[in-house]
C-alpha cells in the first residue's frame, strides 16, 4: 500500500518499518548506558552527558547508513544472507561515522563502551525487525484490494507483475471483461459480476478499481465507475497504478494524454534554483573528500600508460533539452578505443578497458570528473544518464518518448542507475527509460537525496558496472 510523499511513492509497510526502527535505535544508547553504568541512568549522563540528542544522533545516522545499504527500498530482493550482510555493513559504516563526529565534535561524544554496546544492540534490533516484518509483509491487511477493469493487454500488463517486489502493495480480486477488449487475461481470473459493478467491489472489498480498457473510445463504463467513485472506491488509470507500483512509468500502455493531464513534469523556478544549490553543495563537499582519489587515479592512468598519455576522456553527449556538451571522465580505455571512428556500447569484460580502467570502473571512480560537468551547469548530481548524439538518435527513432529524458538535466546517477543494471542494447536503454521516465514526472530534492544515499550501495557493491 503505497503512500505518496513529495512526489515519491512509499510503499507503507516499509514507511511504518522505519518508523519502528528510528524509535527503537533513539531507545538503544539509553539501554547501552545502563549496562555501561549498571542500570544507573543518572550515573550515565553524568559521564556521558545528556543522552537525548546523542540518542537521536545514533539513530539518525544509522538510518542513514541502512538507507544508502538500500535496507529500506521496495525493490531490495536480497536473501537472508544478503540482508545480514547489508545490516552489519550499515552498522559498521555507523559506528566508525559516530566515532569520528566524537572526535571532531567533543560534543556529541557518546563513550567507547555504550558505542559498542548501542552497536552490537542495534544489530540484535533491527535483525529481530527484519524476522518480524518479513513474516507481516505478505498480510493482506497491509495490501489494497483492486479490481481491474479490462481483460486485454493494458490488463495484462498488471497480471505479468510476478515478482514479490512488485506484488507488495496489492492483491488482485479479479479482471472485469469489456466489450471492446480481446481478452487475453485466464478465464479463471475474470470477475463473475451478476449485477451492478459497486455491488460486486462492496461485496469483494475492494479498495481501487484500475481502469485497464484497450480502447476507451468505445463503451467506457462512465456511470459505473462514477457511482464507484462516489461510493469512496478510489479510480485510477493502469499507467498510473503501475507507475505506482514498479517505480517506472511503463512504455507498453503508456499515451500522451497521460503525460499531458498527469500530476508531475514541472520545471519551475523553484525547483531550478533548489537544484542547483543542491548541485553546488555536494560538489563541493565531494570535491573535499576525494581529491586524493582522483589523484591517485591521474598517478595509476600515467604509471600505466606512460607520461604523454591522456588522462581524461572527453566525449559529446547530449544534456538538457537536447544541447550537446562534453563530458569529463578519467579515461578507463586505451586511447585506440574507437579508432574505427563508430560508437560502441561498453560490453562485460570490454577487451578495450585497461587494468586501471578495469579497476576504476568498478569502484565507479571513472566518473568523478563529472564534478566539473556539474560545477559548470552542464549535469547535475541525480539525473538520467547522458548518452552520445549517435545513441540518441538511433534509440529516438525506435523508443517513442526517449527525447522526453531531456526534460532535466543528465546525471552522475540516477533513479534507473538504481533500478537497473548496465544497459548496452536497445532492449536495456528501454527498460532504462521507464525508470528516467518515472524520475523526470517525480523529481524533487527528497527523492535526489534518496537516490544520493541508495548511490551508496550501487558503489560499495559493485553493482551494475562494467
Not at 545490516?87 to 561515522?97: C, G, Q, R
Request: overall charge positive; charged content about 25%.
Amino acid at each position: 500500500m503505497p503512500v505518496r510523499i513529495f512526489r515519491h511513492y512509499v510503499n507503507l509497510p516499509i514507511m511504518l518499518l522505519a518508523v519502528v526502527e528510528a524509535v527503537g535505535l533513539t531507545a538503544i544508547p539509553y539501554l547501552a548506558a545502563l549496562l555501561r553504568f549498571d542500570a544507573d541512568i543518572q550515573s550515565a549522563e553524568q559521564s556521558v552527558g545528556w543522552l537525548a540528542p546523542r540518542a537521536v544522533l545514533f539513530a539518525a545516522v544509522a538510518m542513514t547508513c541502512m538507507v544508502a545499504m538500500g535496507l529500506y527500498s521496495a525493490r531490495q530482493r536480497a536473501k537472508t544472507t544478503g540482508l545480514v550482510v547489508r545490516i552489519s555493513a550499515s552498522l559498521v559504516l555507523a559506528t566508525a561515522a559516530m566515532a569520528l563526529l566524537s572526535y571532531l565534535v567533543p560534543q556529541v561524544h557518546i563513550g567507547r563502551g555504550v558505542l559498542g554496546i548501542a552497536a552490537v544492540g542495534a544489530l540484535i534490533f533491527i535483525g529481530l525487525s527484519r524476522v518480524v516484518f518479513g513474516r507481516l509483509v505478505n498480510d493482506e491487511v497491509f495490501k489494497r484490494r483492486v479490481l481491474i477493469y479490462g481483460v486485454g493487454r493494458q490488463a495484462q500488463s498488471v497480471s505479468m507483475l510476478r515478482r514479490r517486489a512488485d506484488q507488495r502493495g496489492f492483491v488482485v480480486v479479479g479482471y472485469v471483461p469489456s466489450g471492446s477488449d480481446r481478452q487475453v487475461v485466464p478465464p479463471e481470473r475474470i470477475a463473475n459480476i451478476e449485477s451492478s459493478l459497486l455491488d460486486y467491489a462492496r461485496r469483494m472489498e475492494v479498495d481501487e478499481i484500475i481502469v485497464a480498457m484497450d480502447d476507451r473510445r468505445r463503451e467506457f463504463p462512465v456511470h459505473q465507475l462514477l457511482e464507484c467513485r462516489l461510493a469512496g472506491i478510489e479510480v485510477i488509470d493502469v499507467v498510473t497504478f503501475l507507475e505506482r507500483e514498479t517505480g517506472k512509468v511503463r512504455l507498453d500502455v503508456l499515451n500522451p494524454s497521460w503525460i499531458i493531464f498527469s500530476e508531475g513534469f514541472r520545471r519551475d523556478s523553484v525547483r531550478r534554483v533548489s537544484e542547483r544549490a543542491f548541485d553546488l553543495l555536494a560538489a563541493s563537499v565531494l570535491v573535499v573528500l576525494t581529491w586524493w582519489i582522483m589523484l591517485l587515479t591521474a598517478l595509476a592512468i600515467l604509471i600505466e600508460d606512460g607520461p604523454r598519455a591522456s588522462i581524461l576522456y572527453r566525449q559529446i553527449r547530449v544534456g538538457l533539452d537536447g544541447r550537446n556538451f562534453q563530458v569529463l571522465k578519467f579515461r578507463s580505455m586505451r586511447t585506440d578505443a574507437e579508432q574505427e571512428g563508430q560508437a560502441r556500447w561498453a560490453q562485460s569484460s570490454d577487451s578495450r578497458v585497461t587494468r586501471v580502467g578495469a579497476c576504476i570502473r568498478k569502484l565507479r571512480i571513472d566518473e568523478l570528473p563529472q564534478i566539473l560537468n556539474v560545477l559548470r551547469g552542464d549535469m547535475s548530481f541525480v539525473g538520467p544518464r547522458p548518452e552520445r548524439p549517435e545513441f540518441v538518435n538511433r534509440l529516438s527513432e525506435s523508443i517513442p518518448y526517449y527525447r522526453e529524458r531531456h526534460c532535466v538535466k543528465p546525471g552522475i546517477t540516477g533513479w534507473a542507475q538504481l533500478c537497473y543494471p548496465y544497459g548496452s542494447s536497445e532492449h536495456d536503454a528501454t527498460e532504462k527509460l521507464q525508470y528516467d521516465l518515472y524520475y523526470v514526472k517525480n523529481h524533487s530534492l527528497l527523492f535526489d537525496l534518496m537516490i544520493l544515499l541508495q548511490t551508496a550501495e550501487v558503489v560499495l557493491l559493485g553493482k551494475g558496472a562494467r
